[in-house]
């Protein structure tokens, strides 16, 4: 589990193809790793990847055909720069919201534009993700533990004040950037709550609908 709180960017140093997946080098730069062990996670990009190597100044991994599916991992580049995050503590502060590094999906930046010291972003997320985000609520983005401001259907708003654009790839993105999407849990395991004992029948179906809502009394005057 992570924070969605960076402790550092670093950047793609080698990306080497492995039979259909792939195995990348990380150079975590101002990320310390003297507590780290072979098998221990670091959200990258708010990807989770496993460390199978410490060649000293960063970690090589290994990135599955699922992971390459549903990330941005395929679009890396030799010297992109990433958010890193190494995993949570018992002791460490949860300053961001409770993030699993399992991205749902990819988003696109639709707008950038200054507000006083802040940026805003307006990000499309996929339409299946869409229930999932809240005014106020939690989202995940590239990593970063980020406050939802506005919701337009599949549209939402971040606002990112000058320390988050500072320590963070955000300062960078610009309208056609595509980024790494995980949506806060707890609506996912409301969704499934809210199912009952149809979870177990429905797995065929794509969630809550209108009619399910409708039939189970939500929604009638």
Known sequence: MFTGIIEATGRIAALQPRGGDLRVRINTAALALDDVAL??????????????ELPGDGFWADVSRETLALTTVPAWRVGDAVNLEKALTPSSRLG?????GH??????????????????????APDELARYIAHKGSICVDGVSLTVNAVDGALFELNIVPHTAAVT????????????LEVDVIARYLERLLQGEAAARSSRSGGISAAFLAEHGFGSA
């Open 39 to 52: 098998g221990d996670s670091i959200a990258t990009n708010g990807v989770c990847l496993t460390v199978v």
């Open 96 to 100: 961001g919201h409770l993030v699993s």
């Open 103 to 124: 991205v749902d999906g990819i988003g696109e930046v639709v707008e950038r534009r200054e507000d006083a010291r802040s940026i805003r972003l307006s990000v499309r």
């Open 169 to 180: 790839i955000i300062d960078g993105y610009r309208s056609g950037t595509r980024v790494n």
